[in-house]
């Protein structure tokens, strides 16, 4: 057997000393340096305006739209100084995302919905979605997220008229179609609802829906009814009802119809209107409008969420969704 | 026909053998990884997201892929006098046109290559779409004249570093072009339309042979513009081989 010894030469001694010595000094010095006051961590805000980047884009027009489209979508979840902050970075992204490519139609949810919870950012909100209205006009959602917008805002007339424009189109869902009845009893026009439902009546012919529309119809002119008829309690007694009960024993009524969707018919001395067994929860003062109601049948109420927000699909989750049985 | 074949293909396997095919392979296979995550990131557009930015990677792996081999690979051919061995035994066209097909060749290979890898991570993502293929075919066009352009710096310069920045520089102004049309539409004068227009005439019409962006969102063009695009590209090729004969007939290596 031949005695081998491992030999070091100095040289190569020296070569791994130095090697050890650079591989515990580097992280050490890397610390070091990051605690200087010269590197400028503050976060710069800025997206180039969208007609530069149509002019820089070269054949990338889709990746570089992607690229501020997955900037502003993942910012939502980031830290800013102020909310408004925020809205503003997420909405300038997705501005430089759109203008880039019109066709990223989830990018208006985000910065038309998603971002809006306060009644600012709502304002924001649909600012950014009549961007989407220009570029994209035939994209029925956005013009149902504006409906939604006001619908948060408690615009109903508003959020009838863009849902019914969202209706108008062929690959919109039919919810959208008689979903406005129940804005307009919102709005407290439930007259201006049964004249829409009855037009709607006469052009639709899918049995299904014919049948939800006739229910829909049939509540409103219970609620008409019974409108006129504590107006003409009002007359005769000089006085509101206390219920809905006065009206059948001082004889004005035979009996109070019966509720397809809600509880029950009440009468709400504080607004004097007649209304459905389910209703708004107003929030404390200070709170951001968060709507919390129950404008479904009972028969699917039991199903929904307190907030409420649209899928991004368009198919409002059962919350905000007025009679989405359909 | 034979010396001619025998050109392309020796060139061909030269270069797929070679380190730097090999790399890009790599590249192209982490960026893979890289485009399903931008995917993950991309709420909302996912499918969307994961085709865009895995045809942009193939068309800038494809394009770094063509320019830096074809014209690092000319200069060590002339520099071991390697190009005097192939001029002694076949004709100066015969050299350059093997040269061009066999880079063609290679570029059809690699996009062969990655647009099956692609698929099959858009099919793995449930985002596959046949129009994908299609962007990858006009992919190869822009390719295919681009190695002309590499093909007629190389032969025209006797600077590598040169030769490569003048392809790039082609490539970026051709991408760019539409861009600098329009500025100049709003703000130049006549004499500037006309030149930028001209050049606009002359150079590759990258933006037309591009169908990225209808691709990612499944849609195709029409028979009559893929013939027309088709058409324009090999009529773009076979001029730039006319000028690459020209050039390279004269030269003296």
């Known amino acids: 057997m031949v005695n081998k010894s491992i030999h070091f030469s100095k040289k190569g001694i020296l070569t791994f000393l130095v090697f050890l010595a650079c591989t515990s000094l580097v992280p050490f010095s890397s610390r070091y340096i990051q605690k200087f006051r010269f590197l400028n961590n503050e ?28 900037r502003g979508v993942l910012s939502i979840t980031d830290e800013f100084k102020t909310q408004k902050e925020m809205v503003w970075w997420v909405q300038e992204n997705l501005r430089a995302a759109v203008s880039l490519d019109p066709d990223l139609t ?20 649909i600012e950014f979605l009549h961007l989407g209205l220009r570029l994209s006009p035939r994209v029925w959602e956005i013009h149902y997220w504006i409906g939604f917008d006001y619908f948060l805002l408690r615009d109903y007339l508003k959020a009838a008229q863009y849902y019914q424009s969202a209706s108008r189109f062929s690959d919109a869902p039919n919810f959208l179609k008689s979903n406005q009845a129940m804005l307009y009893y919102q709005a407290g026009r439930a007259q201006m609802g049964i004249l829409y439902l009855e037009g709607l009546l006469r052009s639709v012919k899918d049995e299904k829906q014919l049948e939800w529309i006739k229910l829909k119809l049939e509540w409103l002119k219970n609620i008409v009814l019974l409108e006129e008829k504590v107006s003409q309690f009002k007359i005769r007694f000089g006085r509101s009802p206390q219920d809905l009960d006065e009206l059948v024993s001082s004889g004005l009524l035979n009996n109070i119809p019966d509720d397809p969707f809600g509880k029950g018919y009440y009468f709400d001395g504080k607004n004097q209107a007649v209304k459905s067994a389910f209703e708004f929860v107003p929030k404390k003062k200070g709170e951001n409008p968060q709507i919390e109601m129950n404008p479904l049948p009972p028969e699917s109420s039991a199903s929904q969420s307190s907030r409420s927000m649209p899928s991004p699909k368009g198919e409002p989750k059962k919350a905000n969704c007025p009679n989405c049985k359909e | 026909m034979k010396k001619f074949f025998s050109i392309s293909f020796l060139n061909f396997l030269e270069t797929a053998k070679d380190k730097f095919f090999f790399g890009i392979i790599f590249f192209f296979i982490f960026y893979l990884a890289f485009c399903i995550f931008l995917g993950k990131l991309s709420v909302g557009h996912a499918d969307k997201v994961l085709r865009d930015a895995g045809l942009a990677g193939i068309e800038l792996s494809a394009i770094i ?12 051919e002339k520099e071991n006098r390697i190009l005097e061995v192939y001029l002694s035994n076949v004709s100066r066209s015969t050299c350059i046109s093997g040269k061009i097909a066999g880079y063609i060749l290679l570029s059809f290979f690699y996009l062969c290559f990655s647009a099956l890898g692609f698929g099959a991570a858009l099919w793995l993502y449930n985002s596959f779409t046949k129009a994908v293929f299609l962007a990858v075919y006009f992919i190869f066009l822009k390719t295919a004249i681009i190695i002309g352009f590499a093909a007629l710096f190389s032969c025209l310069f006797s600077s590598a570093v040169l030769a490569l920045l003048c392809t790039l520089f082609v490539y970026i102004g051709s991408e760019m072009l539409p861009s600098a049309v329009s500025i100049i539409e709003a703000y130049g004068n006549n004499v500037q339309k006309i030149f930028v227009k001209a050049l606009y005439l002359f150079l590759p019409n990258m933006d037309k042979i591009d169908i990225k962006a209808l691709a990612v969102y499944g849609k195709f063009p029409t028979w009559e513009q893929i013939s027309w695009i088709t058409f324009y590209c090999l009529l773009y090729t076979l001029f730039l081989w006319l ?7 004269r030269k003296e290596y």
């Open chain 2, 243 to 249: 000028i690459n004969l020209f050039i390279f007939r």
């Open chain 1, 106 to 125: 989830q990018a208006y949810f985000f910065g038309g919905v998603v971002i809006a919870n306060d009644k600012e950012s709502i304002q924001k909100g």
């Open chain 2, 65 to 76: 892929l063509i320019v830096f081999s074809f014209v690092l690979n000319f200069f060590r």
């Open chain 1, 43 to 70: 976060r710069i805000l800025y997206v180039p305006p969208g007609e530069y980047l149509e002019l820089l884009r070269g054949g990338f027009r889709g990746f570089l739209s992607d690229m501020y489209y997955i």
